[in-house]
């Protein structure tokens, strides 16, 4: 039997259960889940899938298992275009001038899809082609591919997608808040910086960590804090040169989101996941799109349910009920490193927890800029240096207590991080009457 390692895992086995058995007796256990099967095997080929698993020499145990493999992303033509875009991708950022990059483009493509244009760059980064560099040259990159992309010779719809069709929405209320441009880039910052926060919580950490697609969270996701940066700065220092750079940046994130990032979030994400992050979208701001929330199904909990600590016990509902009723955000990541739990109390959160992260790498969950910072203190609590790394920041003109415990056994065995955060507000205001 032939088998294509590029084709997604669902294709493969249908009708086809002794694939199925010997893709799990390989590693593969989540295909015995139908529900798996039917929602992320439809999106993720057996290649990635090996890959993200640390399923080692796959094509050599499905040989000698009888299996003929074949990689279609190996087409010679399908390579010939990836090292077509690099190459022009390249030419750009040693210096080469865009309209002449371009007029080579359009000679060689009729049209684009986002995720060669996403494959050609991370494998550039791969390479080793400085990150800051990439950055730097974002949108110099994005401006080749003008009019070339698949979306816009053929508009996706995202009808059957709430979630892409609200992100879809709101970039083009910014779109035309932009070419408007009333001057108040006070007003621009603040919302550039809510849609920008959406975009950093919900969909770069999801295509870095689940689908292995680290071009958004590397390169996008850094320009956005830049943008909106760069407007704070341009205000206090009075420089206009860099407010209506900030101003252009902006304009071509929107077409960066637009043509490259949600058609990629349409052929990536599965349906479970978008159902998921659309849920998710609860915890923000809506003042451009409005946001119509779907009722949860509640959940029965039986009486017996108990759970037995050192000094007494609690039923699981008493438990989340009282974890959700202290004003302190709680969030808890495993030895794994993996996010693991988050209260959910009433009150106004400062830092957004969505559902879609949990399960996810902690590090996933952070920009660029702070996950070595993040990546730093975990490696010391690990290792018995700290126990604990505590702060006080005035955040939006409250006191903010911020708290991360190293969570050890009474062997001393380390379990996780514990992090909290707290609004001082009423304590000072009672410490000072």
């Known amino acids: 039997m032939i088998i294509d390692i590029n084709m997604p895992v669902a294709d493969l086995i249908k009708d086809n259960d002794k694939l199925k058995n010997d893709l799990i007796g390989l590693g593969f256990n989540a295909l015995a889940n139908p529900l798996m099967v039917s929602t992320v095997g439809k999106k993720m080929s057996l290649k990635r899938g090996a890959s993200m698993m640390k399923i080692e020499n796959l094509e050599d145990k499905l040989k000698d298992l009888g299996y003929e493999l074949i990689d279609s992303s190996q087409d010679p033509e399908v390579i010939e275009r990836k090292k077509l875009i690099k190459s022009f991708i390249e030419r750009l950022t040693a ?156 304009k071509e994130m929107t077409y960066k989101e637009e043509n490259i990032l949600y058609p990629l979030m349409k052929d990536t994400l599965t349906s479970q996941d978008l159902a998921i992050l659309y849920e998710d979208l609860a915890d923000y701001d809506h003042d451009l799109v409005a946001y119509e929330k779907e009722e949860a199904e509640s959940k029965s909990i039986s009486e017996d349910n108990y759970i037995h600590f050192a000094k007494g016990k609690m039923r699981i509902d008493q438990l989340e009920a009282m974890l959700d009723t202290m004003e302190i955000e709680i969030t808890f990541v495993d030895e794994n490193d993996i996010n693991a739990y988050y209260n959910n109390h009433q009150g106004a959160k400062l830092f957004k927890r969505p559902k879609s992260s949990l399960g996810r790498e902690v590090y996933s969950c952070h920009p660029p800029q702070v996950e070595s910072i993040v990546r730093g203190l975990i490696k010391d609590f690990k290792e018995g240096k700290r126990d604990s790394f505590k702060l006080v920041k005035n955040i939006g003109g409250k006191d903010i207590a911020i708290g991360y415990f190293a969570v050890r056994d009474k062997k001393g065995a380390y379990k996780g991080v514990l992090e909290t955060v707290q609004d001082l507000s009423f304590y000072i205001d009672s410490i000072n009457k």
């Open 95 to 250: 210096g080469e001038d865009l309209e002449s990059v371009r007029a080579d483009f359009r000679e060689n493509f009729e049209g684009v899809s986002s995720a060669e244009i996403m494959d050609a760059e991370e494998e550039l980064l791969a390479s080793g082609m400085n990150k800051d560099e990439v950055r730097k040259l974002c949108d110099v990159h994005s401006s080749l591919f003008h009019g070339m992309t698949e979306n816009e010779n053929e508009k996706t719809s995202y009808d059957d997608s709430p979630f892409i069709s609200y992100f879809a929405k709101e970039n083009q209320k910014i779109k035309e808040i932009l070419e408007k441009n009333d001057g108040d880039f006070e007003k621009l910052r603040g919302i550039l910086a809510n849609h920008y926060k959406k975009k950093g919580d919900l969909i770069y950490p999801v295509l870095k960590a689940k689908y292995n697609k680290p071009g958004p969270s590397d390169v996008m996701w850094a320009v956005d804090i830049e943008i909106v940066n760069n407007i704070k700065k341009g205000l206090k220092l009075k420089k206009d040169d860099l407010l209506n750079t900030s101003l252009e940046r902006a």
